[in-house]
C-alpha cells in the first residue's frame, strides 16, 4: 500500500539576495532528516483547532497561548511601517480601513478573523493585514516525490524575509525573527478526528500548507506574474469580488475536498484573485502534479510521469518551462540534487521511514554566511 509523508521546512531564512550572486559553491547533503546541527531551531508546537466550535470560538486556545507573540510581532510591523511613513497615517489607515474587508469574506473566514482579534486583543484591521501579508512575501520551494514502490512524500521549504527590512548588522530579518515564535502544527478536527494538519502562523487562517492524511498533501506557492499580482486584491476592495482568495482555496480544499482528483480539480478550475502555483501529492503511483494557475485558469498541469522518468516534480516560485530569475535559482540546485540521489536513494526515504504519514516540521536558522536553499 502506498504511503504517504510530509515534511515542512518552514526556514525563516536571512539572506539577501543581492550579495549571493551564482554561481553558488554547494552540495547535496543526504544527511539533513532528521534535522541536526545549526540550522535546526526545534520541533513545532502542536494545537487542536475544533471544526465544530462556532468559527469566531476555534481559533481561541492557539491565539490565547500565542497572543504575546503575536502582538510582538505586530508591533514591529508598525514600527516598520511607520519608518516608511513616520506620520503614522499608514497604521491609522489600516485599522481604519480594513476592518470592512472581513464583512465581504466568505463563511467562516469572517468570523475567524474576527474570533483572532478578540482573542489577541489586536485591532481587526491589523489581524487582517496579516493575513494578507502572507499572500505577499513568501518564497518557497516544493517538491513531491515517488520512490521505487510507489510510496509519495512531498517536502516543501517556506522561506520569509525576502522583501522585508534588512538589519546588516545582526543579519537576520526584523520580520523573520518574529515570525519564528509564531510557527504552529495545527490539527483541525470534526467529530473529534483528524480532517487535515497544517504547518502555519499563529493568527494566520488561510493555508499555504497541509495534509490530508492517507488522502492527499498540497502547497502553495506565490506565483509573480504580471496578469495579476494585486490588481485582485485592489479589484476584491473596491466591490468585484468574484475569485478566491488563494490561500482560502487551499484551506477549503484541505477542509473538504475527498479526494487526489477531486481536490486537483478544484484547485486547476476555481479563479482566483492571483496568480498561485499548487502542488498536490496523492496517496497512489503517479499522483503528484504542479498546477500553474492564472487568475482565471489553469495554464499547466505537470505531472508525475514513471514512464517518461519524472518521478519527482519540484517547483519553486517561477513557470517551471522558464528559466528562473538568475538571482534566485532554487531550482537547478534542487534538481541537480534530486537528479543526483536516483530515485532509490533519496534523504525522503529516510524520512518515510521515521514519518510515515505523519506531517513533520521544523524551525531552521540559517547561520552566517547563509546560502538557504
Ligand atoms: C538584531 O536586530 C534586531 C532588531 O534591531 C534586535 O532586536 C536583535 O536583538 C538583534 N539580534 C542580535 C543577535 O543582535
Ligand atoms: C475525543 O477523543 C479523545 C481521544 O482520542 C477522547 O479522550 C475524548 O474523550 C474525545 N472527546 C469527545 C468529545 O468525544
Ligand atoms: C467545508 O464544508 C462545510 C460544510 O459544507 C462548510 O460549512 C465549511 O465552511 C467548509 N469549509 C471551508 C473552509 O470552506
Ligand atoms: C486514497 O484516496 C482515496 C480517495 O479518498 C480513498 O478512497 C482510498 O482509500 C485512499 N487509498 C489509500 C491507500 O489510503
Ligand atoms: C534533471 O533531470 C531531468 C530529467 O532527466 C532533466 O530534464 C533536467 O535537466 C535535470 N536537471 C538538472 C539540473 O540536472
Same mark, same amino acid.
Given at each position: 500500500m502506498a504511503r504517504l509523508s510530509f515534511v515542512v521546512f518552514v526556514s525563516l531564512i536571512s539572506v539577501?539576495?543581492?550579495?549571493?550572486?551564482?554561481?553558488y559553491t554547494e552540495d547535496c547533503r543526504a544527511?539533513?532528516?532528521?534535522p541536526k546541527g545549526p540550522t535546526f531551531k526545534g520541533r513545532v508546537t502542536w494545537y487542536t483547532v475544533d471544526l465544530d466550535l462556532h468559527p469566531s470560538k476555534r481559533w481561541m486556545p492557539l491565539i490565547t497561548d500565542k497572543k504575546a507573540e503575536l502582538v510582538s510581532m505586530m508591533q514591529t510591523i508598525k514600527d516598520l511601517a511607520n519608518a516608511f511613513v513616520p506620520s503614522g497615517k499608514l497604521v491609522e489607515m489600516v485599522d481604519k480601513a480594513l476592518p470592512f474587508l472581513v464583512e465581504t469574506l466568505p463563511y467562516p473566514f469572517g468570523d475567524e478573523l474576527r474570533g483572532v482579534a478578540a482573542a489577541s486583543g489586536l485591532p481587526l484591521g491589523e489581524v487582517v493585514l496579516f493575513n494578507i501579508f502572507y499572500e505577499v512575501f513568501t518564497v518557497c520551494t516544493s517538491i513531491v516525490a515517488e520512490d521505487p514502490k510507489g510510496n509519495l512524500f512531498h517536502g516543501r521549504n517556506l522561506d520569509f524575509g525576502l522583501f522585508m527590512g534588512w538589519?546588516?548588522?545582526?543579519?537576520?530579518?526584523i520580520v523573520a525573527e518574529q515570525l519564528k515564535p509564531l510557527v504552529v502544527n495545527v490539527d483541525f478536527r470534526r467529530n473529534n478526528q483528524t480532517v487535515f494538519k497544517s504547518t502555519t502562523?499563529?493568527?494566520?487562517?488561510?493555508?499555504l500548507t497541509g495534509i490530508k492524511p492517507n488522502v492527499f498533501t498540497l502547497t502553495m506557492n506565490e506565483r509573480f506574474s504580471l496578469d495579476g499580482g494585486y490588481i485582485g486584491i485592489l479589484e476584491w476592495i473596491l466591490g468585484?469580488?468574484?475569485?478566491?482568495?488563494m490561500s482560502f482555496l487551499t484551506r477549503s480544499v484541505l477542509e473538504n475536498a475527498t479526494s487526489y482528483e477531486v481536490a486537483k480539480t478544484r484547485l486547476a478550475q476555481t479563479e482566483l484573485l492571483a496568480p498561485a502555483y499548487f502542488i498536490l501529492g496523492g496517496? $497512489? =503511483?503517479?499522483?503528484g502534479c504542479i498546477i500553474t494557475r492564472s487568475r482565471l485558469l489553469s495554464l499547466d498541469i505537470l505531472e508525475i510521469d514513471l514512464k517518461l522518468g519524472r518521478w519527482y516534480v519540484l517547483e519553486t516560485n517561477?513557470?517551471?518551462?522558464k528559466a528562473p530569475l538568475f538571482l534566485d535559482d532554487r531550482r537547478t540546485p534542487g534538481m541537480t540534487c534530486m537528479n543526483k540521489t536516483t $530515485? =532509490?536513494?533519496?534523504t525522503y526515504t529516510t524520512l518515510m521511514d521515521v514519518s510515515t504519514g505523519n506531517l513533520e516540521s521544523y524551525i531552521r536558522d540559517c547561520p552566517n554566511p547563509c546560502m538557504p536553499w
Open positions: 539577501v539576495s543581492t550579495q549571493f550572486i551564482p554561481p544527511d539533513m532528516y532528521p538589519d546588516m548588522k545582526n543579519r537576520s530579518w502562523f499563529a493568527g494566520y487562517i488561510g493555508m468585484q469580488r468574484k475569485g478566491m482568495w496517496n $497512489q =503511483t503517479g499522483q517561477y513557470d517551471h518551462w $530515485q =532509490t536513494l533519496t
